[in-house]
């Protein structure tokens, strides 16, 4: 490198030189001594050049080896990450005693035919595939970029799926695990506390426990009674979705005005919206309060109390806690009513907390977070006590309520009854309270489900029914607690037979059910799940029964309006209407026709078991 700027600097030299040689203006005596000075000078500007030459060559090698170093230190960003997210990927847990990779379910992105609708509650989808994928484009910048990444998997997993999900808790361990490598990588020196910095992406959503298969039946039904209402609604809707206002031009028969009456009095009054008493509404207030407290490291404190440790994992902590107990229980209790003030959930939570400092070393994560909780737990419980109950109340001015005293009984949600018919008084409505609450002017109302008795529906004319039967239906009515007239029982069909609810007066009427009624197509599907027919609150509530001595023989019995079958019917005509009169009332009367059979169903209503073809 320096030969080439030393053959240079003699070619100036001898330049230089000879343009001494030609100067005739000066004598010998100066000529030498310039020559003297020219040569100092010259030697002087050669090594000045020489000297800058070396500068270049040295900036030259150091920005060379700045780049081998920048390119150095890319690649070990690159792969402390590969090797982080290896890690990540292949740590693993016992299940069942076997090896299980918590990471397991975050390696690709959700598959939108699957579950279209993660796209519009995730913005921002992230996998481990898409972390490699940066990886293999060279992406990142910087370590925090990946903790990002990783962070926004956890956080994606838990904003969408319910916390007693597998995946949610996957989603708390993989976070855990990657902060205590995250420490571990700040102390060994391999990134700094700012590289380390978990984001926060803001709160989890509202939590609820996930249903069991039998709650999963009971959903389905309900949803199927909501399409059915959904689809009973749909003549009041144009071709493009949008309701119809207005009316119609040009006048209208007195006929016509009544069909439209009737039409308005049968359409469907959906299942009424879950609301919460003030008293739930405060468990309910207590109970999310807690999500919203973290430690120094932004760690939400409640994640460590969220279920039991598996007993295979951790054996010893069933051997030194008596009584455990975790928040996903105390939620399902929660859920079923079990809790009549907030007392009996504070008295649950003081159990899970005293449990964790119990088993837990004092100055572990888990004790301190259970002291933290603790304090908070019974703070937010006497802020909700303060709160008044007319805090409670809904947009409409209703404010929920869990009983009301009428006519010297207490009436609660669950209760069957005889509600005041006002198109038949000696056939009073048969029905279910849904919900309960007073208005502004202290008015007390019940929201009840009817159940239609066979004459007020539209069945084929040789239709047999149960003595005493009933039909679930989708009207969801309110009604002032006056119209509520006496109790009365409406059994499963696979009890009925058995005996009768103990404590219930015999002079209570008691009905049997085996089967919901679709009013816009006249159609009898039988219950597949009791409990889906009821509220929520009483599903899991059992009652006693006096048994018969011997179980009743079912017998069915014709239709009880078969008479009413116009004499030239045909199975082509259109299905009748039935005949209404009050618009808080069941039909006046149903109607028969004689339309063909619904197939794989006999004419007592039984389905028909298809032949096995071997």
Same mark, same amino acid.
């Given at each position: ?123 921002? %989808? ?86 069991? %298969? ?320 009821? %509220? ?79």
């Amino acid at each position: 490198m320096a030969a080439a700027p030393t053959r240079d600097a003699i070619e100036v030299r001898e330049s230089i030189e000879a343009k001494g040689d030609v100067d005739d203006d000066v004598d010998m005596e100066d000529a030498d001594a310039n020559d003297d000075d020219k040569r100092k000078a010259t030697d002087k500007d050669q090594d000045a050049d020489m000297a800058d030459d070396r500068e270049d060559d040295d900036e030259e090698d150091q920005d060379e080896e700045e780049d081998e170093e920048e390119s150095d230190s890319a690649k070990d960003l690159l792969q402390l990450i590969r090797d982080t997210s290896e890690y990540l990927c292949r740590y693993t847990i016992k299940v069942d005693g076997e090896d299980y990779e918590i990471a397991s379910g975050f390696q690709r992105l959700v598959n939108k035919r699957s579950l279209p609708d993660y796209f519009e509650v995730i913005k921002t %989808p992230m996998a481990f595939s898409t972390i490699r994928g940066k990886l293999g484009k060279k992406s990142y910048t910087n370590f925090n970029e990946f903790v990002q990444d990783v962070t926004r998997i956890c956080h994606n997993a838990q904003v969408y799926n319910r916390p007693s999900a597998p995946i949610f808790s996957d989603a708390g361990r993989l976070l855990e695990v990657f902060k205590e490598k995250l420490a571990e990588l700040v102390k060994k020196g391999d990134i700094t506390e700012k590289d380390a910095e978990i984001p926060d992406y803001g709160p989890l959503p509202e939590f609820e426990d996930s249903p069991t %298969p039998e709650e999963e039946e009971e959903e389905e039904e309900e949803e199927e009674e909501e399409e059915e209402s959904e689809s009973d609604d749909s003549d009041d809707v144009d071709s493009d979705g949008r309701r119809r206002r207005g009316r119609r031009r040009g006048g209208r028969s007195r006929r016509r005005k009544q069909d439209d009456d009737g039409d308005e009095a049968q359409k469907k009054h959906q299942r009424p919206p879950k609301v919460l008493t003030p008293q739930e509404a405060r468990i309910q207030a207590l109970l999310k309060g807690l999500r919203k407290f973290k430690n120094e490291n932004g760690r939400v404190r409640i994640n460590h109390f969220q279920r039991l440790p598996d007993k295979s994992e951790s054996p010893g902590y069933y051997a030194a806690v008596r009584n455990p107990i975790a928040l996903d229980m105390i939620i399902r209790k929660h859920k079923r009513k079990k809790y009549q003030n907030l007392d009996q959930v504070l008295q649950d939570l003081e159990l899970m907390f005293e449990n964790a400092k119990l088993f837990h070393e004092q100055g572990s994560e888990e004790y301190e977070d259970a002291v933290e909780l603790q304090k908070e737990a019974r703070a937010l419980v006497e802020q909700e006590k303060a709160k008044p109950d007319d805090d409670f109340r809904d947009a409409d001015g209703k404010l929920p309520l869990d009983s009301i005293e009428h006519g010297g009984e207490l009436w609660r949600v669950g209760d069957w009854v005889h509600i005041r018919n006002p198109n038949d008084l000696s056939k009073p409505i048969v029905a279910q309270i849904y919900r309960m609450w007073s208005d502004k002017s202290g008015q007390k109302w019940v929201n009840a489900c009817w159940f239609y008795r066979p004459e007020q529906t539209v069945h084929r004319y040789d239709k047999f029914f149960y003595e005493n039967e009933v039909v679930k239906t989708g009207q969801y009515r309110d009604h002032r607690i006056e119209e509520v007239e006496d109790r009365c029982f409406v059994m499963f069909i696979t009890r009925y037979p058995k005996g009768r609810p103990r404590g219930l007066p015999f002079n209570k009427m008691v009905y049997v059910c085996e089967a919901r009624y679709n009013e816009e197509k006249c159609k009898f599907n039988k219950v597949k799940t009791w409990s889906s027919c009821l %509220p929520e609150e009483v599903r899991d509530q059992d009652y006693e029964m006096d048994l018969w001595p011997v179980p009743r023989t079912m017998r069915k019995i014709p239709s009880p309006i078969k008479h009413l079958l116009q004499a030239d019917a045909k199975e082509t005509d259109d299905l009748p209407k039935p005949t209404w009169r009050s618009p808080n009332a069941p039909p006046l009367i149903g109607a028969v026709h004689r339309r063909p059979r619904e197939p794989n169903w006999d004419r007592l209503g039984n389905r028909l078991e298809k032949k096995r073809v071997k």
